[in-house]
């Protein structure tokens, strides 16, 4: 075992490989993160942040290349074994929420748990208690309709978070954010990153996030670029 939480080895992702019109969107990152740290990634629209993110999560596979989480390897994962480890491992938290709008507070940030197999009770039970934690226990049954911007992203870290994963990916979380609600949420991320000693990613375009976290990966046109 190592300190490393992440492990990126010459990772490639290319889409529509062998035609005319493919894109080489990663080209050999290289990249490890160990755990607790609070990472931002960085660079201009089209680098290849979001991608590389995707494949952190395993929401996307690599061309070629290594992708180890907690030293686990999972580039050759199946969609089953990858559903799977996603579910039990990692948290994402997303710029436009992806609440279900039929469900209250509560109901979205159990999803997770119930899809591991916990009892309903028990489900309910720590849904309510991280909300809580977050600030939003006047809110637990109030649907996304009737919540701040501020709010619902408060329900998706809560979602993120309540399953305990090693690894939180965040795609950027503070983008349809005011600048406000874009302090709150920071700080609630710093907050998570200093207390649990969670391991936090987050893609942005923003300076002001990047100069939040303790570490700056920067990409360009698919590559590690600085830091």
């Known amino acids: 075992m190592t300190d490393d939480i992440l492990i990126l080895e010459d990772l490639h992702k290319v889409y529509g490989e062998g035609t005319p019109n493919s894109v080489h969107a990663l080209r050999g990152i290289n990249l490890r993160i160990k755990k607790g740290e609070m990472v931002a990634i960085m ?3 089209g680098c290849g942040k979001t991608t590389m993110l995707n494949i952190c999560g395993g929401l996307d596979t690599p061309t070629s290349g290594t992708v180890k989480i907690n030293d686990i390897d999972i580039s050759t994962y199946d969609d089953t074994k990858m559903t799977r480890f996603r579910r039990d491992n990692v948290g994402f938290v997303f710029q436009l929420f992806n609440l279900f709008d039929y469900m209250n507070a509560q109901e979205n940030v159990m999803i997770p748990l119930l899809a591991q197999g916990m009892r309903y ?6 849904a309510t208690m991280i909300l809580r934690e977050v600030g ?3 809110r637990i049954y109030h649907s996304p309709s009737e919540l701040s911007s501020g709010q619902q992203q408060r329900v998706a870290v809560s979602r993120a978070l309540v399953t305990h994963p090693v690894i939180i990916l965040g795609d950027e979380p503070t983008g349809d954010l005011d600048s406000v609600t874009s302090e709150d949420i920071m700080e ?3 907050r998570i990153n ?3 000693k969670q391991t936090l990613i987050l893609v942005t375009h923003s300076k002001w996030i990047g100069d939040q976290c303790g ?3 920067r990409l360009s046109d698919g590559r590690v670029v600085g830091e």
């Not at 009770?121 to 720590?126: G, H, L, W």
């Open 188 to 190: 609630m991320f710093k």
């Open 121 to 126: 009770s028990e489900a309910t039970r720590k």
């Open 215 to 217: 570490r700056i990966i």
């Open 136 to 138: 939003l226990g006047d």
């Open 194 to 196: 200093i207390d649990n």
């Open 43 to 45: 660079g201009p629209s």
